[in-house]
């Protein structure tokens, strides 16, 4: 590959080696899954405004989402096709409770593009997954890949997402050293074009920086932990 | 010419003049710096990473051709498409071309300090696109016809008051003062634009090179917006913004949002790769990156090349006394503050280099900058490069003939004793209320002490000590 602009880099830099100093310590150290971890998460989820429940069991968290959602009036939901399968039975107990479920995929052509869009974009609630969840600072990993949609926490002024105890990493680095060791960063890289980290409710303070939540993403984000069998 | 230049001294008297500016900006600096050093205390080993993301920095800019070139080739094998642009011009005249051959209008598009400097959207209007700015502080700016005053809040100088107006004005938004009811005529108004708009611009925090992947740090979610819904997201990348690996990205971004908002992590961070792959059910269909040198690579090399380190912050802006005096818009610059002075004259045509002057080198700074560049100093060598072409010529003869007596401490010692002696013969009382020739501008807003007997020299003598 070549450039007049790179060429001009090739010809000036120094290629100079320096020291790289020591590796700084990782911003929490604990077992993922911890006692420790989840007790970080849940006190880093209320500083950057996400609503967290506890709940024993997947059973559980499915009859909490249609509590809220019935709370709030929601009646269109999106819901990608990697939640689907990660929470067999949430898609029936959406259902089951008059809510209507949209996900599926855009088509690629723009003018059915556009209206997809424009559908889903009705939705007043998005659910999903993580591929992680990072306890220093609150954070919700969400992947794109197969069947993984960068709308449904995006679109809809709630986000309600389902994070496994297993899935609570200490922080990123802690997932990127894990992923990196296992080959799952290369994986995640290949077939996903967006990997996000959700750190709280989308946020401006950009008047007289007082701060204002759901300025264009979901006002709300509600994580359900499910502690399954400990 | 002169130093400043009588048109910066012109904003530079607006800015200090501008009393809803001036509270502005004491408001959102102070609660910034209690903010920002919240969270660093709250950071686990905040000194070693700061050290780290230096190095990361540096040993990136000194082989920048090859992550540059890694950075490239990563990102076309996952079905991106990379632009290197020498200029700014070459830059806008891509895109125009890019948004011309498909007919597009509209285009939503997200912060991109880049895309200020190389002056994208004035080329994008001239050519008949309209280009919405989708950052609330933008777009506020962009409604009022002016450009950001800071890096991270882009209408720090902007009140409620005139945000309605401007709302009522653009927007047939019904008055009010309430901030959160503005946020919503904008969240309305955007969220339009978001699904209409066929490109979406977007400029990029950091470009991971083994990957191609590309870093983006937003806190409103319009960032994720312009580059999840059009069909055709267009990322505006300095060359220098480059990382090597996601450790390196992961350690910068321990420090970036630290530094710009006091958060741990902005509320969204993208690491996007290509565009939307064959079993994703959404995202844009493609992916254009266009790297902009516009003068940083003639840097590379020279002691100047640190500036390159900078990640984008502005904390130096919030820690600076001359910013927090005069607002970003005196800089009259597209990067404003302390890094602004360095960066801005080493861009483009060069333009800018008298902002060097615009610092007291009080080093506050240095002190905050995450990265650890040596600010000041750079601000010292841009000086000494310009002194030449624009100090007036009797003042440099002046500065050379206190060179020449600098090093000769004979001569020193004798000027020094006469200086003394005269001054004070011309004080009243312990003061010199006027002072003759050049020294009266001086003593135009203050009076000069005397100095007063006996001297350091004489005292130090009559101790018995050596040359001091």
């Known amino acids: 590959m070549t450039s007049p602009v790179l060429e001009r880099v090739r010809r000036q830099v120094t290629r100079r080696s320096a020291p790289s100093g020591p590796i700084p310590r990782w911003p929490l150290e604990a077992p993922r899954g911890s006692a420790a971890v989840l007790e970080r998460l849940q006190a880093a989820w209320a500083d950057v405004g996400v609503e967290s429940v506890r709940c024993p069991t997947e059973a559980e968290a499915f009859r909490e989402i249609v509590a809220r959602l019935r709370e709030r009036k929601v009646r269109h939901v999106l819901m990608d096709a990697r939640t689907d399968r990660a929470y067999p039975g949430l898609r029936e107990s959406l259902e089951d409770a008059g809510l209507t479920v949209m996900g599926g995929g855009l088509p690629r052509e723009e003018g059915p593009r556009y209206l997809g869009l424009g559908r889903w974009a009705t939705a007043e609630a998005g659910i ?10 609150g954070t919700l990993w969400v992947a794109g890949g197969a069947g993984g949609m960068r709308c449904a926490s995006l679109l809809p002024p709630l986000h309600i997402v389902l994070v496994q105890r297993a899935q609570v990493y200490p922080c990123l680095a802690a997932w990127l050293a894990e992923a990196r060791a296992s080959g799952a960063l290369v994986e995640w890289v290949e077939e996903s074009s967006a990997l996000i980290a959700i750190t709280g409710p989308s946020r401006t303070s950009d008047i007289e920086k007082t701060l204002t939540l759901g300025v264009h993403g979901p006002r709300e984000v509600i994580a359900l932990l499910i502690e399954g069998a400990a | 010419m002169s130093v400043p230049s009588p048109a910066f001294c012109a904003r530079i008297r607006q800015g200090l003049s501008d009393a809803v500016l001036q509270e502005a900006l004491q408001r959102a600096t102070r609660s910034f710096r209690i903010s920002q050093e919240k969270a660093f205390a709250d950071l686990p080993d905040a000194e070693v990473v700061r050290d780290r993301a230096r190095a990361i920095c540096a040993h990136t800019i000194a082989h920048l051709d090859r992550y540059l070139e890694q950075f490239a080739r990563e990102v076309e094998r996952r079905g991106g498409k990379v632009f290197w642009a020498a200029t700014a011009r070459e830059a806008c005249d891509y895109i125009v071309g890019l948004a011309r051959a498909r007919g597009i209008s509209l285009v939503a598009k997200s912060k991109s300090m880049v895309s200020e400097e190389i002056g994208l959207n004035a080329v994008m209007e001239a050519a008949g696109i309209r280009v919405v700015e989708t950052d609330l502080g933008e777009f506020i700016i962009q409604l009022a016809g002016e450009r950001p005053s800071h890096i991270i809040t882009p209408a720090i100088h902007k009140r409620r008051e005139d945000v309605s107006q401007l709302f009522q004005k653009h927007l047939g938004t019904p008055p009010t003062d309430e901030i959160p009811a503005l946020t919503a005529a904008a969240r309305q108004a955007l969220r339009q634009v978001f699904l209409d708009a066929r490109m979406g611009i977007s400029g990029v925090n950091f470009g991971i ?24 997201h267009v990322a505006l990348m300095g060359i220098e913004r480059v990382v090597p690996t996601w450790e390196d990205a992961e350690i910068l971004l321990r420090v970036l949002a630290r530094s710009a908002t006091g958060q741990a992590l902005t509320a969204y961070t993208s690491f996007l790769t290509g565009p939307r792959r064959p079993k994703e059910p959404d995202g844009p269909e493609e992916l254009y990156v266009v790297l902009v040198d516009n003068g940083r690579s003639r840097w590379l090399g020279t002691p100047l090349e640190e500036a390159l380190y900078c990640i984008r912050c502005g904390a130096c802006l919030n820690a600076c006394p001359v910013y927090q005096a005069i607002g970003g818009h005196a800089y009259g610059s597209v990067y404003p503050g302390p890094i602004g002075s360095i960066v801005t004259p080493m861009l483009g045509d060069g333009a800018g280099a008298e902002l060097a002057y615009a610092s007291s080198l009080c080093g506050a700074c240095q002190d905050v900058c995450p990265v650890r560049i040596a600010i000041p100093d750079l601000l010292i060598r841009w000086r000494q490069m310009e002194a030449g072409r624009l100090l007036p010529a009797w003042e440099r003869a002046a500065l050379w003939v206190y060179a020449q007596i600098a090093r000769h401490p004979a001569a020193w010692t004798q000027l020094g004793r006469w200086a003394m002696a005269l001054l ?27 100095p007063q007997r006996p001297a350091f020299r004489e005292w130090w003598a009559s101790r018995g000590g050596g040359a001091p």
Do not use: H
């Open chain 1, 128 to 137: 999903t997954e993580v591929v992680a969840a990072f306890a220093d600072t």
């Open chain 2, 424 to 450: 004070r013969r011309l004080g009243r009382g312990g003061w010199l209320p006027r002072g003759p020739g050049l020294l009266r501008a001086w003593t135009a807003v203050r009076d000069l002490p005397v």
């Open chain 2, 209 to 232: 090179a083994e990957t191609g992947t590309l870093v983006l740090v937003t806190n409103e979610g319009n960032g994720r917006m312009v580059t999840t819904l059009p069909p055709i």
